[in-house]
């Protein structure tokens, strides 16, 4: 059964702090890595992707991946009151080409 | 351009009748899939079609699920004798399938009810 475990959350930031999202995943076959960010009510929106060991940089978000720990993370540098929502973590897998979902963690920055 | 569209927006069915949720993926993407989203769950995988082979079901609940993608493009999800274990939210997907990451974008969904 291959598996990704996200935090649930909710996971609570001042405006202006570091939100720090966590993924691991069990298939150690996966090749490529989502991050998509979902707001109540709304559907998955696809925020960035990583499939090479480092990191990832685009504006204000990060994406890390150690394929050696079966991790990945989501840096949000400069956290904002609009990036409240839940983050969902997806696989893709070698074998496969549906993704595979972490159930997602749920981030809430304060201003 | 446009995006992934999916009707109905909202259905209301009672327990025992059929329904069909449509997607029309975005122009040129050969890959579709739909995702099915329950309360407090994650995505769950129902099924994956690509140009013209046969598609990879291994994600329907049961029998009673079934999906048609006509043309190539335009899909179908067909829920027969529905349950309130049904009750979800279904997303579709698609994607250009070109090899590589081919990342997947989504529809707005449609929340599905039943009585």
């Known amino acids: 059964q291959k598996e990704v475990e996200q935090n649930s959350g909710p996971l609570s930031v001042p405006e202006g702090a570091i939100a720090s999202l966590n993924c691991t995943y069990s298939?150690?076959?996966?090749?490529?890595f989502f991050w998509y960010r979902q707001y109540s009510g709304k559907s998955p929106e696809l925020i960035m992707f990583?499939?090479?060991?480092g990191d990832k940089e685009d504006g204000r978000f990060t994406a890390q991946l150690n394929k050696a720990s079966q991790y990945v993370s989501l840096l949000i540098r400069d956290s904002q009151p609009s990036d409240s929502a839940t983050y969902l973590c997806?696989?893709?897998?070698?074998?496969?080409?549906?993704?595979?979902f972490g159930k997602g963690t749920t981030l809430s920055v304060s201003s | 351009g446009a995006g992934v569209s999916q009707s109905p927006s909202n259905k209301v069915t009672e327990k025992g009748k059929d329904v069909e949720l449509r997607c029309d993926p975005i122009?040129?993407?050969?890959?579709l899939y739909w995702y099915r989203q329950s309360l407090g769950q994650g995505l769950e995988f129902l099924i994956y079609?690509?140009?013209?082979?046969?598609?990879?079901k291994s994600g329907l609940p049961s029998d009673r699920f079934s999906a048609e993608r006509t043309g190539g493009s335009v899909s179908t999800l067909t829920i027969q004798r529905t349950q309130q274990e049904d009750s979800a939210v279904y997303l579709c997907?698609?994607?250009?399938?070109?090899?590589?990451?081919?990342?997947?974008?989504f529809g707005p969904g449609t929340r599905l009810t039943v009585l």
């Open positions: 997907a698609s994607s250009l399938a070109s090899g590589g990451v081919d990342e997947q974008f």
């Open positions: 997806a696989v893709k897998s070698q074998a496969g080409t549906a993704l595979i």
């Open positions: 122009s040129g993407h050969t890959a």
């Open positions: 990583i499939y090479s060991n």
């Open positions: 298939d150690r076959g996966s090749q490529s």
């Open positions: 079609f690509q140009g013209n082979s046969a598609p990879d």
